[in-house]
C-alpha cells in the first residue's frame, strides 16, 4: 500500500536562450517500503534534490514514471487532481511531508501555531490539532516553547519545528533535503540521534539528503550514492548502523567501529573517483 | 679616498640630525599654543565655547552601546541633534524676520504664523475654521487610501499571483504610474463632475500604483520553500495565496501603503483646486491668491505636522503588525 516506486525517471532542463538542455537524472530506479530510511548522498548536482522534488511533487518527470501506493506521482497543481483527472494522479500533497535545509517556518506564526499548520489547512478543529501538534513537539523536545516566535529560536530549534510540523500532518513519508546541512557540528549529531528516534517511533518511510558520509551511514537503511553529469544512481548499500546506534545509543562507538570505517572508505572512493573522472 | 668617504658619511648622517633640531623648534611654539589655549579657556569660558563643547560632545562617536554593533555607519540616536536643528532653524527664521531683513508678505514671523493659526482655529478663514477644513482633506485623503487599499492589495497579490491577470493590468497600471496626477486632472473633471468623487478618484488612482506594485514585489518576496511545504501539507491554492503568500507579503505591503500616504498629501492640492469649498489644500491655495502668506505657511505646517504623525503612526503599526520583517 505505502510503495514508493521511481520507475526509469529521467528529468532533462531545458537549455535557457538556446543553450545545451541539461539531464539532471537519468534512469533512476529507487523503490521504498514503509520503514524504510533511504539516505542520497553524492557531490552536488548529482540530482539529489531533483529527485526530492519528484518525490514531492513539485516537479514533473521527463521520462519513466513514479508511483506511491496506487497514485501516479506528477508536478499537477491540486486543482487537476482529483477532479479532472482522477485520483489515481497526485501533485504534492499532506501524504508526503518535506523539510528543507533553512526551515520553511511562517514567521507570523508562534511555535504551536506553526506545528498545527497543517492541520489547520485541512479544517481540523483547534482543540484536537492544538494536542496533536503538543504531541510532537514534545517529541523534538520543544514542549516549553509552545508561544515562543519562531525567528527568535536557534536554527536547531528551528529545524526541529519544521519535523514536528512535517509529522503532526501523519503523512506517510517525510522527505528531507539536507535538513541538518546548516546546523553546527553538535547539534547535529544530537538531531540525527532525534531523528533516529523519530523514525523508530513513527515508523514512517523517510527519505533523507546529506552531503555528510558519516551522517548518512549513520542513519541510512539504504544508502544510495549517486554521480553527477548526468545524475544517476550508481551504488546501493544495505546498512544497519542505525540499529547498531538504537541498541547501545552511543554513537561514536558505532562510529568508531572498524565496520563503519571500512564502509565509510569505500563510500569515499566511490565519491572521490567521481570528483576525480569530472575534473 | 678614505678620508672623502668618511667625510661624506658623516655629513649624511649629520642631514638628519640637522632635521631633527630643525623640527624642535616647530613642535616647541605649537606646545605653547596650546597651553595658551586651555589657559584661556580657563580663564574665560564664553558661550560660544561653551556651545562648541556641547556640539563636540552630542556628535562626538559614542562608544558601542549593548544591543549595538561596532562599524555600523550611522549608528547612535539622532534625536537632540534633530530637536537642536529644528530649534536652529526656527530661530534663524525668527531673526531674519523679527529683524526686519525680510518683508513679512515674503515671510512672516513665526510669532505671527502661530497668531494666524489660533485665529484661523477660532474664527475661520475662507469661510470655514481650520478643524473643517482639516476635516474635509482627511476625509478626502482617508476616503481615498482606504478605497486604494481595498483594491489595490487584492490586485497586487492577483497580478502577482495570475499569469492572465498580471497580462490585463500590468500594461494599464505601467502605463498611468508615471503620469503626473494634474496631467489627467482634466479628464477626470470631465468624466466625473467637480464634486467630493472626483477629488477621491484622484487622490485614490495616485495612491493606487505604489500600492498595487508593493503586493505584487511582495508576492515574488515569499520563499519558495514556505509555498512548497504549504502544499506538502495539503493546503488548497486558495489556501496558499490567502495563508501564505497574503501574510509573508505584508512587510512589502506596508511599505507601499507608507509611500502611497505620501502621494496622497501630495495629490491633495492637485485636488482641491478644483471647486473645493473646503479643505487644507484649498485653504492654503484660496490665501496664496490674496498673498496671505501666514495663512499659507500655517497651512504648510499644519499639513507636515499630519503627515509626519501619520507615517508615525504607520511605523508603530509596522512594529506591531509585522515584527518579524527582515527575518524572513
Given at each position: 500500500m505505502n510503495t514508493l516506486k521511481v520507475c526509469e525517471v529521467s528529468v532533462v532542463?531545458?537549455?535557457?536562450?538556446?543553450?545545451?538542455?541539461?539531464?539532471?537524472?537519468s534512469e533512476?530506479?529507487?523503490?521504498?517500503?514503509?520503514?524504510?530510511?533511504?539516505?542520497?548522498?553524492?557531490?552536488s548536482g548529482c540530482g539529489k534534490t531533483t529527485l526530492l522534488n519528484l518525490i514531492a511533487g513539485f516537479i514533473s518527470p521527463s521520462k519513466g514514471y513514479l508511483?506511491?501506493?496506487?497514485?501516479?506521482?506528477?508536478?499537477?497543481?491540486?486543482?487537476?487532481?482529483?477532479?479532472?483527472?482522477?485520483?489515481e494522479v497526485t501533485g504534492p500533497d499532506a501524504d508526503r511531508g518535506v523539510v528543507f535545509q533553512k526551515h520553511a517556518l511562517l514567521p507570523w506564526l508562534n511555535v504551536i501555531e506553526n506545528t498545527e499548520f497543517g492541520l489547520k489547512l485541512q479544517g481540523v478543529d483547534k482543540h484536537t490539532?492544538?494536542?496533536?501538534?503538543?504531541?510532537?513537539?514534545?517529541?523534538?523536545?520543544?514542549?516549553?516553547?509552545?508561544?515562543?516566535?519562531?525567528?527568535?529560536?536557534?536554527?536547531?530549534?528551528?529545524?526541529?519545528v519544521g519535523i514536528a510540523r512535517a509529522l503532526t500532518n501523519d503523512p506517510k513519508m517525510l522527505l528531507l533535503d539536507e535538513p541538518l546541512g546548516a546546523l553546527d557540528a553538535l547539534t547535529r549529531e544530537s538531531l540525527q540521534e532525534l531523528l533516529l528516534d523519530v523514525w523508530r517511533k513513527?515508523?514512517?518511510m523517510m527519505f533523507f539528503i546529506t552531503h555528510s558520509v558519516d551522517e548518512a551511514l549513520l542513519l541510512a537503511t539504504r544508502l544510495v550514492v549517486m554521480s553527477p553529469r548526468p545524475g544517476r544512481i550508481t551504488h546501493q548499500f544495505d546498512l544497519n548502523f542505525n540499529q547498531q546506534f538504537l541498541d547501545c545509543r552511543d554513537a561514536r562507538k558505532v562510529k568508531s567501529s572498524p565496520e563503519f570505517i571500512a564502509m565509510r572508505e569505500q563510500v569515499l572512493a566511490i565519491i572521490h573517483g567521481d570528483e576525480l573522472a569530472v575534473a | 679616498m678614505t678620508s672623502m668617504?668618511?667625510?661624506?658619511?658623516?655629513?649624511?648622517?649629520?642631514?638628519?640630525?640637522?632635521?631633527?633640531?630643525?623640527?624642535?623648534?616647530?613642535?616647541e611654539p605649537q606646545m605653547v599654543d596650546s597651553k595658551e589655549e586651555r589657559e584661556s579657556a580657563a580663564a574665560s569660558v564664553s558661550l560660544l565655547d561653551k556651545l562648541q563643547l556641547n556640539i563636540k560632545k552630542m556628535t562626538a562617536p559614542s562608544a558601542v552601546q549593548s544591543g549595538e554593533y561596532f562599524g555600523t555607519p550611522g549608528a547612535g540616536d539622532s534625536r537632540l541633534i534633530g530637536v537642536c536643528s529644528t530649534l536652529f532653524f526656527i530661530a534663524l527664521w525668527a531673526i531674519a524676520t523679527e529683524g526686519g531683513f525680510i518683508k513679512p508678505i515674503f515671510l512672516p514671523s513665526p510669532l505671527d504664523v502661530v497668531q494666524r493659526l489660533i485665529d484661523i482655529t477660532v474664527d475661520g478663514f475662507a469661510g470655514a475654521t481650520l478643524v473643517e477644513h482639516l476635516n474635509a482633506s482627511l476625509v478626502r485623503i482617508f476616503g481615498a487610501f482606504i478605497l486604494a487599499c481595498l483594491i489595490g492589495i487584492p490586485l497586487g497579490i492577483t497580478i502577482g499571483c495570475n499569469r492572465v491577470f498580471r497580462g490585463i493590468f500590468d500594461p494599464l497600471i505601467e502605463f498611468y504610474r508615471p503620469l503626473p496626477p494634474l496631467a489627467y486632472l482634466p479628464l477626470i473633471i470631465i468624466w466625473l463632475g467637480i464634486d467630493e468623487s472626483s477629488k477621491v478618484t484622484l487622490i485614490f488612482l495616485a495612491m493606487l500604483s505604489p500600492i498595487v506594485l508593493s503586493a505584487r514585489a511582495g508576492v515574488t518576496s515569499v520563499r519558495i520553500e514556505q509555498i512548497q511545504v504549504a502544499y506538502s501539507m495539503g493546503a488548497t491554492p486558495w489556501q496558499v495565496i490567502t495563508q501564505v503568500i497574503a501574510r509573508g507579503a505584508m512587510?512589502?505591503?506596508?511599505?507601499?501603503?507608507?509611500?502611497?500616504?505620501?502621494?496622497?498629501?501630495?495629490?491633495?492640492?492637485?485636488?482641491?483646486?478644483?471647486?473645493?469649498?473646503?479643505?487644507?489644500?484649498?485653504?492654503?491655495l484660496n490665501a496664496s491668491e490674496f498673498l496671505v502668506t501666514d495663512v499659507v505657511i500655517a497651512g504648510i505646517i499644519v499639513i507636515g505636522i499630519i503627515a509626519y504623525c501619520f507615517d508615525l503612526l504607520m511605523r508603530y503599526l509596522e512594529a506591531k503588525l509585522i515584527p518579524w520583517k527582515g527575518y524572513n
Open positions: 532542463y531545458p537549455g535557457s536562450d538556446g543553450g545545451e538542455s541539461v539531464t539532471a537524472l533512476v530506479n529507487l523503490t521504498m517500503e514503509q520503514g524504510d530510511l533511504v539516505v542520497a548522498l553524492g557531490a508511483t506511491l501506493g496506487s497514485s501516479t506521482v506528477k508536478g499537477y497543481p491540486r486543482v487537476l487532481c482529483g477532479k479532472d483527472i482522477g485520483d490539532r492544538r494536542e496533536r501538534a503538543a504531541e510532537y513537539l514534545k517529541l523534538v523536545g520543544l514542549e516549553d516553547f509552545h508561544q515562543h516566535k519562531v525567528y527568535q529560536l536557534s536554527g536547531g530549534m528551528q529545524q526541529r513513527t515508523n514512517k | 668617504t668618511k667625510s661624506m658619511n658623516a655629513s649624511s648622517t649629520g642631514s638628519p640630525n640637522k632635521k631633527g633640531a630643525d623640527s624642535k623648534p616647530d613642535a512587510p512589502d505591503i506596508m511599505t507601499g501603503m507608507r509611500i502611497a500616504i505620501g502621494f496622497g498629501w501630495t495629490t491633495l492640492v492637485a485636488a482641491e483646486m478644483v471647486a473645493a469649498e473646503r479643505g487644507i489644500g484649498f485653504m492654503v
